[in-house]
T-cell receptor, first 114, second 111 residues
């Protein structure tokens, strides 16, 4: 059972445009929703994260929008640049006193065309 | 300050051979994780360790064993490698169930 569904699998955006990646989750116990960015040959790196007590979080050109009732969250990259070309993963985790790791979406391969 | 260091970076094994992937962290985190990454599958949790001396199975533990040697080190062992274990393996550390910091990965090919 896939607990975090991510779409699209791949995305091509023109330089200066807005890139939008969507994720949906099923487990209502999830309380932490990060996005990771991965460049070829590197490990994933945390980009931005949100908790369900807020509906939006912005850091520079990157924004997470969160809809708790719909169990969906999305990443928006404003003014997309060629250097943003990478694979993006959404993820989710729950507390409950444990440390059982993040559940990841399958990833979105983003290409920003100059 | 290296963060999370994985060795080796690349490895080719023959079917049936064994090997151990090493991971060491200098971030003083209690939690450590092993993930595998396959095309179109995202990152899947193999095993995790919430603290020194404890380990638990993740989503895809079959064919693997782990050892939490101390707070810094968490190793992943393949006892009898199979072609289905060809993958990129990532070690990560974290604070509780939130932010995870990843190593650079080990690219393993089983022929």
């Amino acid at each position: 059972q896939q607990q975090v569904k991510q779409s699209p699998q791949s995305l091509i955006v023109q330089k200066g445009g807005i890139s939008i990646i969507n994720c949906a989750y099923e487990n209502t116990a999830f309380d932490y929703f990060p996005w990771y960015q991965q460049f070829p040959g590197k490990g994933p790196a945390l980009l931005i994260a949100i908790r369900p007590d807020v509906s939006e979080k912005k850091e520079g050109r990157f924004t997470i929008s969160f809809n708790k009732s719909a169990k969906q969250f999305s990443l928006h990259i404003m003014d997309s640049q060629p250097g943003d070309s990478a694979t993006y993963f959404c993820a989710a985790s729950s507390g409950g006193g444990g440390a059982d790791g993040l559940t990841f979406g399958k990833g979105t391969h983003l290409i920003i065309q100059p | 300050n290296a963060g999370v260091t994985q060795t080796p970076k690349f490895q080719v094994l023959k079917t049936g051979q064994s090997m151990t992937l090493q991971c060491a962290q200098d971030m003083n985190h209690n939690s450590m994780y092993w993930y595998r990454q396959d095309p179109g599958m995202g990152l899947r949790l193999i095993y995790y360790s919430a603290s020194e001396g404890t380990t638990d199975k993740g989503e895809v533990p079959n064919g693997y064993n782990v050892s939490r040697l101390n707070k810094r080190e968490f190793s992943l062992r393949l006892e009898s490698a199979a072609p289905s274990q060809t993958s990129v393996y990532f070690c990560a550390t974290g604070r509780g169930h939130t932010e995870a910091f990843f190593g650079q990965g080990t690219r393993l090919t089983v022929v």
